[in-house]
Structures are given as structure tokens and as C-alpha cells.
């Protein structure tokens, strides 16, 4: 009986051993990728703003071929992808309109989101056409909001996504800083302003971080893949202010989706 239990054990190990010289560990591997049912959710950080590509279908959502969620979902071809993440979106959007897809079969869920919420655009808008005192006032009533207010919205979409899809894994994905310090624009937004968005958007990544980890989400920290490749770092992976295409605006490009978002989802999904 023991001889036998030896000789069981000792044909376990060996074909495992082929398994892995063989590949078809790998082979079974790819198949459980295949099967996993994928929905992205979230804001135009998401969808892809400012990466080009747009699916004209998704109108004004400006959903791009570019954003990392379509990136991933073309390289682990998902059994399903929905994508319904929306430029211009709010926590109260997501809970509203995208959460069509999300069901008991979703597997893997990833979303951006709290930056509209907080006033993203107007903080930009005010610190471009006003004084250095007025953006960093608005500055500190963004902060305010993320401490009062945000918190209970994230909770109310984190809820929302968990009560319909119990066993998925939720990403939440931050936002990047957007400027390097002491860089190399000679005009524009002073270098106090600069600082204090940078430190705005590290207290909105916190404050979400925190609401993730509380909820059971795993959070995506995209601040070290853009280091080196903020506004004024000389390689750009975010516009700049841009008067043609205001929308766009400090948003990141295809490379920022493709070289700081994509690499951020891949490790965490």
C-alpha cells in the first residue's frame, strides 16, 4: 500500500514535470484568461479621451481603441468585454448608466472615476485663465471635496458594482500627476500651481485608494508609470492645455493609455 502511494506520488510529479516542458500549463492557463467576462467602467481617463481612435458609435462618450481597457481586452481576447465607461462621467453616471453589463458572470471589472466629481475640469480651467491665489483657492475646495463628500459617492458606486457582480475582481484605477517640477516649460501655470495640483491629484488618489482597499478593490497607482513623462518632462504621455481641441486637454495620449495605464491594469487584473 505504501509502495503504491509512492509510485502515485512519483507519477504526479512527473507529469507535471511534463505539463511544464510541454506548455500545456500555459495552454490551460490562456483558457481561464479567455473565460474571464470584462466590463470597463468609469470617466474619459477610461474611455480613452485624448488618445485618438474614437468608436463613432460611442458619441461623445469618446470611447477609443487606444484607452487600455480596449488594449487589454484586443491582447487576453475575454470571453466578453463591455465598455461602457463615458467622457465627462461622475460617480452618479456610473450607478445610472453603465452598470447595465455588470452581472453574477463578471469576472473582472475595472474603473476611473471621482475626478469629474471633484471638479477636474473647472480646477484646470480656473488655474489657466486666473490668478496664481484664485487656482489655489479652488485647489483647496477641490481638496475640501474630496474630504466631505467623495468618500460617500465611491462607496455608493463600489456598492453598487459589488451587489451585482459578488465575485468579480474590481481595479480602481488613479489619475497621474500631471506635471515634472522643474521641468522644461518656460510659460504657463507657475511652479506653486504645478505643486498644487500634483499634490491634488496624490489626495484624490489616496482618498479613492482608501475607498478601494475598504471595499475589497484592488487600486492601480499610475503615478510611477507617468513619472518621467508628465506635462513638461520633455516626453509628454498628457496634453497640455490645448485651445483646438479643449476637451483633450490634460488628458493622457495613446502612449499614456498604452505605457502608463495598460502596464498599471496588467499587473492588478
Known amino acids: 500500500m505504501k509502495m503504491s502511494r509512492l509510485v502515485a506520488f512519483s507519477s504526479s ?44 458609435a460611442s458619441g461623445n462618450c469618446k470611447r477609443s481603441t487606444r484607452a487600455y481597457p480596449a488594449l487589454w481586452a484586443a491582447a487576453n481576447a475575454p470571453a466578453s468585454f463591455s465598455f461602457t465607461a463615458c467622457s465627462g462621467a461622475r460617480t452618479a453616471d456610473v450607478t445610472a448608466g453603465q452598470l447595465g453589463p455588470v452581472n453574477s458572470s463578471t469576472d473582472l471589472v475595472s474603473i476611473s472615476i471621482g475626478g469629474n466629481d471633484a471638479g477636474f475640469a473647472d480646477v484646470m480651467t480656473t488655474c489657466v485663465l486666473q490668478s496664481e491665489s484664485t487656482c489655489l483657492s479652488r485647489i483647496a475646495t477641490a481638496r475640501s471635496f474630496v474630504d466631505s463628500t467623495l468618500p460617500g459617492r465611491l462607496d455608493t458606486v463600489y456598492s453598487a458594482i459589488s451587489a451585482k457582480a459578488p465575485a468579480a475582481r474590481v481595479v480602481v484605477l488613479g489619475y497621474p500627476r500631471f506635471y515634472k517640477l522643474g521641468g522644461s516649460c518656460l510659460a504657463g501655470l507657475s511652479e506653486k500651481e504645478r505643486a498644487a495640483i500634483n499634490s491634488a491629484a496624490d489626495y484624490l488618489n489616496a482618498a479613492t485608494a482608501k475607498r478601494a482597499a475598504d471595499h475589497g478593490f484592488t487600486f492601480g497607482d499610475v503615478t510611477s508609470t507617468f513619472t518621467n513623462h508628465e506635462i513638461c518632462s520633455g516626453s509628454a504621455w498628457l496634453h497640455s492645455v490645448n485651445w483646438l481641441n479643449i476637451g483633450e486637454s490634460y488628458h493622457p495620449t495613446a502612449a499614456g493609455q498604452s505605457g502608463g495605464y495598460l502596464p498599471v491594469f496588467n499587473s492588478a487584473a
Do not use: I, P, R
Not at 28 to 49: Q, R
Open 13 to 56: 510529479l512527473l507529469l507535471g514535470t511534463v505539463l511544464a516542458l510541454t506548455g500545456a500549463g500555459v495552454a490551460n492557463a490562456d483558457e481561464s484568461a479567455a473565460a474571464v467576462d470584462y466590463v470597463a467602467l468609469g470617466d474619459s481617463y477610461s474611455s480613452g479621451v485624448g488618445a485618438g481612435s474614437y468608436d463613432s
